[in-house]
């Protein structure tokens, strides 16, 4: 019974030295670290992953500009196209002045057009957070839309073009169906 009791006031006096080493405040102090290491980490990576996003956002951009860009080609080719046609029937002994006066309208609408996408393709979005990649996703969104609508008015401007030459022309100008 000596020895039993003898070892277990010897583990009572070990034990505190044993377990003891990390007391209270230093297990508070490793936690501390511990949210301290993992906030770290959360804001790593969303930094990352807002950087990928705006990333993606800047390519939307440039992707959707390019675009345009092609579609303004396109329209200037066919308005290169309807002004030989507009000489060919001016040297038939046709009036073209309604030709002449929807092809300048037609042309600054393009040139217009062609000064907002290059407005939209200089602009570079950026954010360092959440709440500020958002304003700047609904602001791209927002942007987008403008341009689009002025590359809209130039089609239809180019469109109304092409029906006053074929008016001219004594060709059936395409109407719209009911």
Do not use: C, W
């Not at 000596?2 to 209270?24: F, I």
């Not at 345009?68 to 290169?80: F, G, I, K, P, Q």
């Not at 602009?123 to 609508?149: C, I, N, P, W």
């Amino acid at each position: 019974m000596k020895k039993l009791l003898v070892s277990v006031v010897l583990g009572l006096l070990v034990l505190p030295v044993a377990v003891g080493a990390l007391d209270e405040e230093e297990v508070d102090g490793l936690k501390e670290q511990r949210a301290k290491l993992m906030l770290e980490r959360r804001s790593e990576t969303t930094a990352q992953i807002l950087e990928r996003l705006v990333k993606n956002m800047n390519g939307i951009n440039s992707r959707r500009v390019a675009a345009m860009n092609r579609h303004l080609e396109r329209m200037r080719a066919l308005m290169e196209k309807v002004g030989a046609a507009r000489d060919k029937a001016a040297a038939s002994g046709k009036d073209v002045s309604a030709v002449d006066t929807a092809v300048t309208a037609a042309d600054a609408a393009i040139a217009s057009a062609q000064a907002a996408v290059d407005a939209q393709g200089a602009k570079v979005y950026s954010a360092t957070t959440r709440a500020e990649f958002m304003a700047a996703k609904k602001q791209l969104a927002t942007d987008l839309r403008g341009v689009h609508q002025r590359i809209v008015e130039a089609r239809k401007a180019v469109a109304r073009a092409i029906s006053s030459l074929a008016k001219v022309r004594g060709e059936v100008a395409p109407t719209a169906t009911p």
